[in-house]
């Protein structure tokens, strides 16, 4: 937290001695504010608080809110900043309990995301990627891992690599995976950690996971990672190559003892990636297009929250998306036909809606093989 230059001056109340008469209430074991700012203007103050460390912000309101009884939508304020600052209470569990020594204590700001660059919240459940089983299962060992790193000492996963064609749910079960483990998610394009000048790239991603190490446990996610981290026949293409790989390297590498700290690359294409970075991840996990099962179980996930009412052949449907990711049924297939009938005035899809989709949304995968895959 910051303010500016304010000299400190003797309370007449203790917040932390305003202890509940009920000692036999229960602890808290979760308690998640959010900053509401002062309760009157003066003139002096920063309009907001800046929070640099997670962990640091935990232990300080730990202490200063120690045997108090938190209540959902009511406040707690720091009295250690002049005005006292004021944070209410988004959630509290139980709620009407009391502080303890084991309470965790989280706190939610738009200004902490903008800070943080690229971590991001998600409201996917792992039940929501449709298949890769395959995947699912083996990234159990991260929810192990995350759920008690101290378990696994020298035997912890570190990095992970996703690779597949695009549209099959990479992203969205890592989205799934950090929200249901309740951890930060900093998820970047690789093109992201380009800099302009030398020396950007280094910097932009010793940041990175300098941020997630203060936030851990935490997943850093860098999808089309092959666009930074090239195999050496392609390096003549991007002059900053060599610095971006040392950078990755030394991070993936655990030199700055990232604990807790999961790194989970994702690419359409695994042979494009430098030999160095590659041997760095300890398991390549595929994802694979969806079968025919899967197919319908996506057309119907998609249709439910469809805008109109819909008249289609599913079974036809299911044969016609061979070969097509979820991502480009829903975006390529059921979009297009659903903007196509609004195009045209009607109140239902049709499979002549769905046959316009498939006309205009044809992709040559001869067209894009190599690298850019």
């Known amino acids: 937290m910051k303010s500016d230059n304010k000299q400190p001056e003797i309370k007449t109340t203790n917040q932390k001695q305003q202890k509940p008469e009920n000692e036999n209430r229960e602890y808290a074991q979760l308690v998640v ?3 509401v700012g002062y309760p009157f203007d003066f003139s002096l103050m920063d309009d907001e608080i800046e929070i640099t460390n997670s962990k640091l912000f935990e232990e300080y309101a730990r202490d200063q809110w120690m045997g108090l009884v938190v209540r959902e939508k ?4 720091d009295q250690k900043i002049i005005p006292d600052f004021g944070f209410e209470i988004v959630t509290a569990k139980p709620n009407n309990s009391m502080i303890s020594e084991s309470t965790r204590i989280k706190i939610i700001t738009d200004e902490i995301d903008n800070k943080t660059e690229n971590r991001i919240k998600s409201n996917i459940h792992l039940s ?3 298949g890769q089983e395959n ?3 083996k990234i159990k060992v991260i929810t192990k891992y995350l759920e008690n790193p101290q378990s696994f000492g020298p035997w912890a996963p570190k990095n992970i690599l996703f690779y597949g064609l695009p549209g099959t749910g990479k992203t969205m079960l890592v989205k799934g995976l ?3 483990l309740e951890v930060p998610l900093y998820l970047v394009k690789a093109t992201s950690l380009i800099g302009e000048h030398v020396g950007d790239a280094s910097s932009k991603i010793h940041d990175l996971f300098k941020k997630a190490s203060e936030n851990a446990p935490a997943i850093i996610f860098i999808d ?4 930074i981290a090239l195999h050496r026949s392609f390096q003549s293409l991007r002059g900053d190559v060599s610095e971006i790989v040392n950078s990755l ?3 993936m590498d655990g030199i700055s003892e990232n604990e807790s700290v999961i790194t989970i690359g994702a690419t359409n294409n695994p042979t494009s990636l430098d030999l160095a970075v590659r041997s760095r991840f300890e398991e390549e996990i595929e994802f694979t297009l969806p079968d025919e099962n899967e197919r319908m179980t996506i057309l119907k996930n998609n249709l439910k929250t469809m805008p109109l009412e819909h008249d289609l052949d599913l079974e036809k449907l299911v044969k016609l998306t061979k070969g097509l990711s979820g991502r480009d049924i829903k975006e390529k297939i059921l979009k297009t036909a659903l903007h196509n009938a609004i195009s045209n005035d009607s109140d239902i899809i049709t499979m002549q809606n769905i046959d ?3 006309q205009s949304s044809k992709i040559k995968n001869q067209d894009i093989k190599g690298m850019f895959e």
């Open 224 to 227: 089309e990672i092959d666009a």
């Open 356 to 358: 316009y989709a498939l």
């Open 135 to 137: 995947a699912k299962s």
């Open 249 to 251: 390297l030394t991070e």
């Open 178 to 180: 950090a929200n249901e």
């Open 74 to 77: 009511s406040h707690l304020f």
């Open 128 to 130: 929501d990627v449709v």
């Open 33 to 35: 504010v959010k900053p």
